[in-house]
Nanobody
Framework: QVQLVESGGGLVQAGGSLRLSCAASTRTFSSYAMAWFRQAPGKEREFVAAVSWSGGSTYYTDSVKGRFTISRDNAKNTVYLQMKSLKPEDTAVYYC??????????????????WGQGTQVTVSS
């Protein structure tokens, strides 16, 4: 079992930046692939970004490429999502997720067994 706690959300103006953090309560953080998903009001949850076990590979949805960066610090049991050039359409609850093994697609919710409680990101125009 691993518990995930997100932080860093808030209200920011369009064009601004935020950095989300997700702390994992596990001694084997490097055994988990990590991802960020988001859910906007009235919409389904969608994939945002993922990072492989070692951090050597990263994956992004097209709408955030070039603006968001996912990274991990295995020594701190933490995954980050650096968000720049934020747009109002980035407004959502952002969730951290962890997967203990690869099951076909980093982009799919079904790969991830553990989820955080979410942190709200609101981008004003």
């Amino acid at each position: 079992q691993v518990q995930l706690v997100e932080s860093g959300g808030g209200l920011v103006q369009a064009g601004g930046s935020l950095r989300l953090s997700c702390a994992a309560s596990t001694r084997t953080f490097s055994s988990y692939a990590m991802a960020w998903f988001r859910q906007a009001p009235g919409k389904e949850r969608e994939f945002v970004a993922a990072v492989s076990w070692s951090g050597g590979s990263t994956y992004y949805t097209d709408s955030v490429k070039g603006r968001f960066t996912i990274s991990r610090d295995n020594a701190k049991n933490t995954v980050y999502l650096q968000m720049k050039s934020l747009k109002p359409e980035d407004t959502a609850v952002y969730y951290c997720a962890a997967a203990s093994y690869y099951s076909g697609s980093y982009y799919s919710e079904s790969m991830y067994s553990y989820w955080g409680q979410g942190t709200q990101v609101t981008v004003s125009s």
